[in-house]
């Protein structure tokens, strides 16, 4: 008989009262001891608000779903293949994911094609990787095979995972699975390009677990993770899901969108189960706070959070410490909030605070920043407060280092260069691209490091204690509700969107506001009337928001001419984006999102928004 999700929290392990296992070669072997070892422990619950009852799985129930599917793949001779995994939410994709593991084929997370971005980015994806399969729900089977067929795609295989019914109940053999093998393919976000796949091996995935446990203390503390991220990017996969697996303790999960319609739901479960462990990217603690307004907090009880994590996107000082003020009367410590830095090319995590550390907060002098270098913040001057990421140094085999992109050194102390990673957790690349994974996984070896360095083409610096601060990005990815975009994508949409535009003359870029990150586009227009101005920007954010999914902030014309380009023609974001913030274009027409207005105006006066200019 099915347990509850009440039922099965009672009887729950949530501290380690047993010696962990012997470490496993591959993380298919994770699972396969979980289930030998503690087969009856609560692995995961799924909770569901719509149509269907919660889920409650054991680790002998997810062995035994992932070992069927598993020979489902093996008997179709799918082993070493690639599987997408186009499933709505974590509830089914769990099983699957390890059922991959376990026969040796190739993971590939992704979404079901429901709305044009989503099939467009999923068409991209199977291009890419060339699956043998993919597996989805019995509800969305026939919606794929629809979207397959409109691109040329119909004699792809696609199998609801109650179709993958198993000739043979014996476990499969899970010996032959080189650490080094790819474990899944993690797709970085593209919003209309194609998407670009990293390798993670199984080496690197049980390397960056080890990291996030020793960060963490997952081990020693009273772990029950509750998470609503999606299971196909890095930090709900691997920090959401995996990792309650990978240690043995139970996690609570919940669709995405719903946390979106209803962020309050968030804090009431952690309540609710006295869940102690959670993350999410910076949006998503300023959305709780400005939907908790007619929320009467006294309801809650979050004395028994212990971490909150907080990447995917730049943490900032502000959001947290009116977070930490809005929710302390229901029993928030500061203690619990846990910055961290990573990325899909390192497998997740780079560096974090570590339980039990103090948060480290450096007030900074702006100008400073701007030059490249760190300088404690003056009363007489704009400054900004960066908040650590964590510790450099910690683990033996994994180095971070800030290098000069332009002179390929090492910087001093406190001196801005681009973050570069080696060790384990670095994956193997792109695939189907050498070229690009050697310029961007094996850079400056000799520097150090075997392989050479990750190029993250993120900025920051080390302090003298050894803290890393994020400061910036030297690529110009425009961030989205924690979600990476390519200006460039952007651009493409909104120039086919309106065909007054002139050609290579708008730039997609953000603002880091005290509202949050908004969006903005620049762009010229050849010709046009203050009238057809307004339709165009109209008809800009509406595509915008169609194909990319990113509400705009704002849409502005410039005078024709005006954008600052390179002398081969591209487009220089970062100087448009400082004339715009120093008033030295000619504005043609700006229309601004009601929500984002009175931010936007802010920031432009020079003496109120310096402080906040630092590039995100």
Same mark, same amino acid.
Request: glycine residues 8%; neutral net charge; proline residues 6%.
């Given at each position: 008989?099915?347990?509850?999700?009440?039922?099965?929290?009672?009887?729950?392990?949530?501290?380690?009262?047993?010696?962990?296992? &012997?470490?496993?070669?591959?993380?298919?072997?994770?699972?396969?001891?979980?289930?030998?070892?503690?087969?009856?422990?609560?692995?995961?619950?799924?909770?569901?608000?719509?149509?269907?009852?919660?889920?409650?799985?054991?680790?002998?129930?997810?062995?035994?779903?992932?070992?069927?599917?598993?020979?489902?793949?093996?008997?179709?001779?799918?082993?070493?293949?690639?599987?997408?995994?186009?499933?709505?939410? !974590?509830?089914?994709?769990?099983?699957?994911?390890?059922?991959?593991?376990?026969?040796?084929?190739?993971?590939?997370?992704?979404?079901?094609?429901?709305?044009?971005?989503?099939?467009?980015?999923?068409?991209?994806?199977?291009?890419?990787?060339?699956?043998?399969?993919?597996?989805?729900?019995?509800?969305?089977? &026939?919606?794929?095979?629809?979207?397959?067929?409109?691109?040329?795609?119909?004699?792809?295989?696609?199998?609801?995972?109650?179709?993958?019914?198993?000739?043979?109940?014996?476990?499969?053999?899970?010996?032959?699975?080189?650490?080094?093998?790819?474990?899944?393919?993690?797709?970085?976000?593209?919003?209309?390009?194609?998407?670009?796949?990293?390798?993670?091996?199984?080496?690197?995935?049980?390397?960056?677990?080890?990291?996030?446990?020793?960060?963490?203390?997952?081990?020693?503390?009273?772990?029950?993770?509750?998470?609503?991220?999606?299971?196909?990017?890095?930090?709900?996969?691997?920090?959401?899901?995996?990792?309650?697996?990978?240690?043995?303790?139970?996690?609570?999960?919940?669709?995405?969108?719903?946390?979106?319609?209803?962020?309050?739901?968030?804090?009431?479960?952690?309540?609710?189960?006295?869940?102690?462990?959670?993350?999410?990217?910076?949006?998503?603690?300023?959305?709780?706070?400005?939907?908790?307004?007619?929320?009467?907090?006294?309801?809650?009880?979050?004395?028994?959070?212990?971490?909150?994590?907080?990447?995917?996107?730049?943490?900032?000082?502000?959001?947290?410490?009116?977070?930490?003020?809005?929710?302390?009367?229901?029993?928030?410590?500061?203690?619990?909030?846990?910055?961290?830095?990573?990325?899909?090319?390192?497998?997740?995590?780079?560096?974090?605070?570590?339980?039990?550390?103090?948060?480290?907060?450096?007030? !900074?002098?702006?100008?400073?920043?701007?030059?490249?270098?760190?300088?404690?913040?003056?009363?007489?001057?704009?400054?900004?407060?960066?908040?650590?990421?964590?510790?450099?140094?910690?683990?033996?085999?994994?180095?971070?280092?800030?290098?000069?992109?332009?002179?390929?050194?090492?910087?001093?102390?406190?001196?801005?260069?681009?973050?570069?990673?080696?060790?384990?957790?670095?994956?193997?690349?792109?695939?189907?691209?050498?070229?690009?994974?050697?310029?961007?996984?094996?850079?400056?070896?000799?520097?150090?490091?075997?392989?050479?360095?990750?190029?993250?083409?993120?900025?920051?610096?080390?302090?003298?204690?050894?803290?890393?601060?994020?400061?910036?990005?030297?690529?110009?990815?425009?961030?989205?509700?924690?979600?990476?975009?390519?200006?460039?994508?952007?651009?493409?949409?909104?120039?086919?969107?309106?065909?007054?535009?002139?050609?290579?003359?708008?730039?997609?870029?953000?603002?880091?506001?005290?509202?949050?990150?908004?969006?903005?586009?620049?762009?010229?227009?050849?010709?046009?009337?203050?009238?057809?101005?307004?339709?165009?920007?109209?008809?800009?954010?509406?595509?915008?928001?169609?194909?990319?999914?990113?509400?705009?902030?704002?849409?502005?014309?410039?005078?024709?001419?005006?954008?600052?380009?390179?002398?081969?023609?591209?487009?220089?974001?970062?100087?448009?984006?400082?004339?715009?913030?120093?008033?030295?274009?000619?504005?043609?027409? &700006?229309?601004?999102?009601?929500?984002?207005?009175?931010?936007?105006?802010?920031?432009?006066?020079?003496?109120?928004?310096?402080?906040?200019?630092?590039?995100?």
């Amino acid at each position: 008989m099915e347990q509850t999700v009440a039922q099965a929290l009672a009887t729950a392990r949530f501290i380690d009262t047993c010696p962990d296992p &012997a470490p496993a070669g591959n993380f298919a072997e994770v699972l396969r001891l979980r289930a030998r070892l503690q087969p009856d422990d609560l692995a995961y619950c799924f909770l569901n608000f719509q149509r269907e009852p919660d889920l409650v799985r054991s680790y002998r129930q997810v062995d035994h779903a992932a070992n069927a599917i598993a020979r489902g793949l093996i008997d179709r001779g799918l082993r070493g293949r690639a599987v997408v995994l186009a499933y709505p939410s !974590a509830r089914e994709f769990i099983e699957a994911f390890f059922g991959c593991l376990y026969a040796g084929c190739v993971a590939v997370p992704a979404l079901p094609p429901d709305d044009e971005r989503e099939g467009k980015r999923l068409i991209g994806i199977l291009r890419d990787c060339e699956p043998g399969l993919v597996l989805t729900t019995g509800r969305e089977i &026939a919606p794929l095979r629809a979207c397959l067929a409109a691109r040329g795609l119909a004699t792809l295989p696609c199998l609801a995972t109650d179709e993958l019914a198993a000739t043979s109940a014996d476990p499969v053999a899970l010996a032959g699975h080189d650490p080094a093998s790819l474990a899944f393919l993690q797709y970085t976000s593209g919003s209309t390009a194609e998407p670009k796949g990293v390798m993670v091996s199984h080496a690197n995935l049980i390397h960056n677990e080890e990291i996030i446990a020793a960060n963490l203390c997952s081990r020693t503390i009273r772990w029950l993770g509750l998470s609503w991220l999606p299971h196909y990017h890095d930090m709900g996969l691997i920090g959401g899901i995996l990792h309650s697996i990978h240690i043995g303790r139970p996690v609570i999960l919940y669709a995405t969108t719903d946390f979106l319609q209803h962020p309050i739901r968030w804090l009431k479960l952690m309540s609710e189960f006295g869940a102690s462990m959670t993350g999410a990217p910076n949006f998503a603690y300023d959305l709780c706070v400005k939907r908790s307004k007619r929320f009467d907090i006294g309801q809650l009880d979050l004395s028994r959070w212990l971490i909150a994590f907080n990447g995917a996107e730049p943490v900032r000082d502000e959001t947290m410490t009116r977070f930490v003020e809005r929710f302390a009367p229901s029993g928030l410590s500061p203690t619990t909030i846990t910055p961290g830095y990573g990325l899909a090319e390192a497998t997740l995590i780079v560096a974090s605070r570590r339980l039990g550390e103090p948060l480290a907060r450096l007030p !900074a002098d702006y100008r400073s920043l701007v030059a490249g270098r760190y300088a404690p913040a003056r009363a007489d001057a704009p400054s900004v407060n960066l908040l650590g990421n964590g510790k450099v140094g910690r683990e033996a085999d994994q180095h971070i280092r800030i290098i000069d992109p332009d002179l390929g050194q090492v910087c001093e102390t406190g001196r801005i260069g681009e973050i570069c990673v080696s060790g384990p957790s670095v994956c193997g690349g792109y695939l189907g691209k050498p070229a690009l994974s050697a310029e961007i996984f094996a850079a400056y070896p000799e520097i150090g490091g075997e392989r050479g360095h990750l190029r993250t083409g993120d900025l920051g610096f080390v302090d003298g204690a050894g803290e890393l601060y994020v400061t910036g990005r030297l690529k110009d990815v425009v961030i989205c509700n924690g979600a990476n975009h390519y200006p460039q994508d952007i651009e493409l949409v909104i120039t086919e969107a309106a065909p007054q535009v002139r050609d290579g003359r708008v730039a997609v870029f953000n603002l880091n506001t005290d509202a949050g990150i908004a969006v903005l586009a620049v762009a010229e227009a050849a010709s046009a009337t203050p009238e057809t101005l307004g339709a165009m920007s109209a008809a800009i954010r509406d595509a915008v928001a169609v194909r990319a999914g990113i509400p705009l902030a704002g849409v502005v014309f410039i005078a024709k001419g005006s954008m600052p380009r390179t002398s081969s023609g591209k487009i220089r974001r970062a100087e448009c984006r400082t004339r715009y913030l120093d008033h030295r274009f000619d504005l043609a027409h &700006a229309w601004y999102a009601p929500n984002w207005q009175a931010a936007i105006e802010r920031l432009l006066d020079r003496r109120e928004g310096a402080a906040a200019m630092l590039v995100v």
